[in-house]
Structures are given as C-alpha cells and as structure tokens.
C-alpha cells in the first residue's frame, strides 16, 4: 500500500497540522518507507484472534464518588498563552 | 557511588544529605555543559529538600533511599518546575501538579536534582530528537547515549546523578541503559502509576528506574512502584518488595533464548559480549534452551502502528490553547494548526501523521486492528515459553552507542533497532538491562525478560546475574 500526495494532505488535515509543501513530500517519503515495511504483518494468520488494546485485561476499575480538592483557578490557567477573568481566551470559533 | 552506598552513608551518618545534593549539583555545574543530560534544574528546591530529607534521617522516619538525589525525565510533571517533554510544544509549561511517582519520591526524601534530556515525546532512540539539545555518551562523547531516556541514562553513566527515572514505551529506559552501561528496569504494565506521566503511548508506556545496579534499581522500584486510584490501568498489588533480592541462586536456572533475537540483524560485537556472558552464565550451572518466537519477527510493525495510534490520539490535546505558546493563524482550527506545526518537531509530526493515518477510514482494519491481533499472538507465544522457564534473555540492542547523527537521517533504520525491547511493552511485562561487558570501549546490555507480576523474580534474577558479571563500572569524567 502506498500514500498518495493528496492522502498525506488529507492526514496533516485530519491531524490538524499545516504542513509546509516541503514537509507534505517529505512525509510522503517517509511514510511510504514505512508502509513498505508494515507489509510484514500482513503474513501472520490472525484467523479467529481476539485483538487486544492493553496487556492487562483490567475491567470496569471503580472509585468512589469523593469530593477532593482541586487545583485551584487561578494555578490552572497560570500556563494557558491567553486568559481573561478566569476563563482561557479561545479564537473564534463560529464566523460572523 | 551506588545509590544504596550512598544511603547507607547518610544513615550512617558519615556525611549529610545537604552535603551530598551539593556534590552533585557541582557535578553537574562542572560536567553538564559538556554532556547536555539537564533541561532544568533548580538548586534551591534541591537543597531545601535535602534538608527536609536530613530531617527525616534525624527523626528515624527515613526509607531505604532518604537523601539519595535523583534525576527526572521530563515527562514527568513536576509542581513548580517546567516541564517540557523536550519539545517546543510545552516550553515555559510549568506543572500545577506532581507526577504520582513524583510525590512518592518527595515522600521518600529523594531530593529532585533536576529534569533530564529526552525525545521529544519520548519519540525516538538517541535523545537527539530533542527540540534543545545534544545528551552525549559518557563512554565516548561523540555518540549518542540512546534514547528516548538519553538524558537520565547519561546523568547516572556521568555519575551526575546516583538514580533516574526514565519511562519506557518501546525500550525507552533500556535501551539507553544498554548504551550507556547502567541498569534500567521497567516494570509489569501497571506497577508504576502513570498519573502525571505526559502521555505517549498509554498501553505501552511504563515509569521504571536506571541505576548503576540492579540493587539500586530494585530498591527505586520498591519506592515507585503501588496502587494509585489516579490511574485507573494501575494494578491493585503491593509494591515491588526487595525482601528476596539477593536470595537467588543461578544453579538450576532455566532462561530461555529467543532465536529470533539473535538472527543477522545482531552485530558481530554484541553477539560476542552476550555470547560470552551466556557462556560464564552456563558454568554457573544455569540450563539454556533455544526457543522459537516467531511474532518477534513482526513487532516492530505492530509496535510502529500501535503507539503511533496511541500517540496521535494522546497528542491532540496539544493546541496551544490551554498550554505552550500559541501562534498566530485564521479562526480556531487555523490556531491549532499553526500552534502544532510550529511546536512539534519532525519525528512528532511524522508519528501523529502515521497513526492518523492507521486509524483513518479505510486503513483501521489493515493497520490498528491487525496489529492489535498481532499482539494477542505476541503476548500468547511470550506466555508460551515462560511456562517452561524462569526468564527469557537476550541483546537489549543489536548495535552499542552509534555515532551522533549516524541515522538521524534514515528514520526507519533506527526504529528497527527497536525489536529487541518492544515486545516486553507489547505483552506488559517486565524486562531489565543490565552491562555484560564492553566492545571496543563501549558497554554492552544485556536483557532479561519475565512473566507479567514477576517483577520481584526477575529483579533477584538479575542480581544473580550481576555478580557473574564483571563489576558495574562508570566513565571517568576528565
């Protein structure tokens, strides 16, 4: 399988990357090397495997419902690039 | 000095925590320039905690390691100290909170000396995709000390530092242990909370400790490792005991030998060193057997489809808005697009493109979903051969310490390197590197791998092993 050039614009978007021209072709290269490479897997008989996501079968992992302290306020949006009255200042996000 | 050593000296007496904190940070103002192991440090808060941990030697109140200093990748969060996973990303991030291995270190009286070089992201395999700066090998200052822990490897080989944390998600603690002549450990998935472990890969990534003996790393990991209800995937066990450490015995020991991990791709050097060690292993009275595998053969692929997917998920909280720097860009989406472009390096972007891909419409099914079979196969086999034997040994890297920039250039070479270590995160358990002897001046690691929950098993296994072995030894520093 390969990557087209239309397909990596398509991931940096679904990625929310703007990609320079340069860095689409490079990625391109890139990916393909590792595509190439993933063929591998394609040889192992997965027939009637139960795929995995963890390697510990952990299952529903409850807490109690418990109030605890919080970071406070003000130390939450001590790193944010742009606050304003307690609330983090966003873009615009709905056009005019 | 070996961090027990150490620590047996404070207990002692013979000299003080603040006393030792402050050779160190000499150390590290005298070497660090030249080795490039720190992002950040900040002597103050080192001293005050050494003196807090001076007290708790007074009070009688201390464990194992009180006043033992310490090193921490920086991917872990740190209150009051930036942390920045070595990108650009989250430069000027000071956390509002700790780690929760951090807060059982503070507990312990580990004085924190300060935050280590990595990957960016922990991506990669020789600290040199670090958005700041060069680590450089003890052993040999033109080469790379491994990665992504190159940092916290480097500080305790340049003895700047008597313990580090590293985290680990395809052999990120051992590899870099292997290079750099130390020993790091990474314990059962789910030993070591990951709360305040900035996220790379979640089913992969583990915390564990480098050390320059396997003692030392087993006392650490005795102080790290506990059930934490702030991570829901830590395991509801006690922490790693250290009771039975050096009560093994290397007579009548079964470990097993992967074939596939010593094929062709293993260089002739390191096949040596490690052929040797299994040699004076066998006279010990320890039985080999050779076994088979063969999904070994495969990890690498799956390793490189899973983590990426895990990662381009974790990553995408990362959108200049809550933390790092925002740039400038059209409307909301074209904020978050310029913020990533600008702060993520080459190998992140690279990494959160392949996983968006492999989990992209039309592609989960022959990417994702396959290798997540392949995994299953990988964790049975593995499950396989522990049944008939106590540990399973091999290379931890094909290759020693390469040079600085040697494969910077071709990215899939150096992810292949990868395929000794990436099965112990695939299947969640344990695995070890320890030195097992040097190739033209540079250390050789050797690994051990044992089944999930066996982490105090394995520990007294390679203890054992260690006093085979030619004594642990550090780089002079001229």
Redesign the interface.
């Known amino acids: 399988m390969s990557i087209s050039i239309d397909e990596v614009r398509h991931v940096a978007k679904l990625a929310r990357l703007e990609l320079e021209e340069s860095e689409i072709l490079s990625f391109q290269t890139e990916l393909n090397a590792l595509l190439g490479h993933f063929g591998d897997i394609q040889s192992v008989d997965v027939s009637g495997i139960e795929p995995i996501s963890h390697a510990v079968s952990l299952q529903n992992v409850w807490a109690d419902d418990q109030i605890w302290e919080s970071v406070p306020r003000e130390q939450a949006l001590r790193n944010s690039p742009l606050s304003r009255a307690a609330l983090f200042v966003v873009p615009q996000i709905i056009e005019d | 000095m070996a961090a027990a050593e150490l620590a047996r000296r404070i207990a002692s007496r013979e000299v003080s925590c603040v006393e030792v904190a402050k050779s160190y940070l000499a150390a590290i103002s005298q070497h660090d320039p030249q080795l490039g192991c720190f992002l950040a440090l900040d002597p103050e808060a080192t001293l005050r905690q050494a003196e807090a941990a001076q007290l708790m030697v007074d009070n009688g109140t201390a464990g194992p390691l009180a006043g033992v200093p310490i090193a921490l990748k920086d991917n872990l969060s740190t209150e009051g100290l930036e942390t920045t996973c070595a990108s650009k990303i989250l430069k ?3 956390p ?2 700790d780690a929760s291995v951090v807060t059982k270190l503070r507990l312990a009286g580990l004085p924190i000396l300060g935050k280590t070089n990595m990957d960016e992201f922990a991506m990669g395999t020789s600290t040199e995709t670090s958005a700041y700066q060069l680590t450089r090998n003890p052993w040999d200052r033109n080469r790379a000390p491994g990665g992504s822990s190159g940092g916290s490897a480097a500080a305790v080989a340049g003895s700047l530092a008597p313990l580090s944390l590293g985290s680990d998600t395809g052999g990120s603690i051992r590899q870099p242990a292997s290079l750099c002549g130390i020993v790091g450990f990474k314990p059962t ?2 030993r070591c909370s990951r709360y305040g472990l900035i996220a790379f890969a979640s ?1 992969l990534d583990q915390i564990g400790p480098l050390a320059q003996n396997v003692e030392d790393a087993a006392l650490l990991a005795s102080i790290l490792t506990g059930h934490d ?1 702030l991570d ?2 830590s ?1 509801n066990v006690p922490p790693i005991s250290t009771k039975d450490l050096k009560s093994g015995s290397l007579r009548g020991l079964k470990i097993a030998l992967p074939k596939e991990l010593f094929d062709d791709s293993l260089s002739p050097d390191v096949r040596k060193v490690i052929e040797e060690a299994i040699e004076a292993l066998r006279k010990e009275g320890v039985q080999f057997k050779e076994v088979s595998i063969p ?1 070994i ?2 990890g ?3 390793y ?2 899973i983590a990426p997917a895990e990662a ?1 998920s974790n990553l ?1 909280r990362f ?8 740039s400038e ?1 059209k ?8 913020s ?2 600008e702060g ?1 390096g ?1 190998e992140v ?2 990494r ?3 996983g ?2 492999a989990l ?1 419409a039309g ?1 989960y099914d ?2 994702y ?9 990988m ?1 049975q086999e593995f499950k396989a051969a522990f049944e008939d034997c106590d540990a399973v040994l091999s290379p931890t890297s094909p290759v020693p310490a390469f040079k600085l920039g040697e494969l910077t250039a071709d ?2 070479a150096l ?2 390197l990868d395929y000794c270590t990436i099965p112990a ?5 344990p695995a070890i590197s320890l030195n097992c002897g040097f190739t033209n001046g540079l250390p050789i690691g050797l690994q051990l791998m044992a089944p ?1 929950m066996q982490d105090e098993r394995l520990l007294q296994i390679a203890y054992s092993i260690e006093k085979a072995m030619p004594p642990p030894k550090l780089p002079s520093l001229a």
């Open positions: 000027g991030y000071v509002p909170f998935y789910g089913s209800p829901s995937t395991l999904s053969a495969v690498v692929t799956t490189y489809i381009s995408a959108d200049g808005i809550r933390f790092g720097p925002r860009g409307g909301h989406i074209g904020v978050v697009e310029r990533r472009a993520f080459h972007k690279s959160i493109m392949m968006t891909y992209s592609y022959a990417y979903l396959r290798a997540s079979q392949v995994r299953a196969v964790t990215p899939l992810k292949l995160n695939l299947g969640g358990f999930a």
